[in-house]
């Protein structure tokens, strides 16, 4: 059974640091992209970030580049989501997924590619 569970969330004022975890059962990550993704209240899903470890690939939103970093520790089969100079509008439900296909920056944040999903973390930037 795949599970991917995600850690980390909390709250946290504006300027300040937070780093997600998804730690995955059932798979590899390195045989899988991992991807990040959030909900904001009222809000559809957007993709995050990416990472496809096996072809050093990875993706950021546009919007997110420069604050928020992805990585992953095969060791451990999990990825991280460093999250730095967090903004109020960063305030979001976190998921992370995994998708058998890859490269993952060719999937350009979009939900579709993923089979498996977390159950999420919740992020909270106070201004």
């Known amino acids: 059974e795949v599970q991917l569970v995600e850690s980390g969330g909390g709250l946290v004022q504006a300027g300040g640091s937070l780093r997600l975890s998804c730690e995955a059962s059932?798979?590899?990550?390195?045989?899988?992209?991992i991807g990040w993704f959030r909900q904001a209240p009222g809000k559809e899903r957007e993709g995050v970030s990416c990472?496809?470890?096996?072809?050093?690939?990875?993706y950021y939103s546009d919007s997110l580049k420069g604050r928020f970093s992805i990585s992953g520790d095969n060791a451990k089969n999990t990825v991280y989501l460093e999250m730095n100079s967090l903004k109020p509008e960063d305030t979001a439900i976190y998921y992370c997924?995994?998708?058998?296909?890859?490269?993952?920056?060719?999937?350009?944040?979009?939900?579709?590619?993923?089979?498996?999903w977390g159950q999420g973390t919740q992020v909270t930037v106070s201004s």
């Open positions: 059932g798979l590899s990550i390195d045989d899988y992209s």
């Open positions: 990472i496809s470890s096996s072809v050093g690939s990875t």
């Open positions: 997924a995994a998708s058998s296909g890859g490269p993952c920056r060719n999937f350009r944040g979009r939900e579709y590619y993923y089979i498996y």
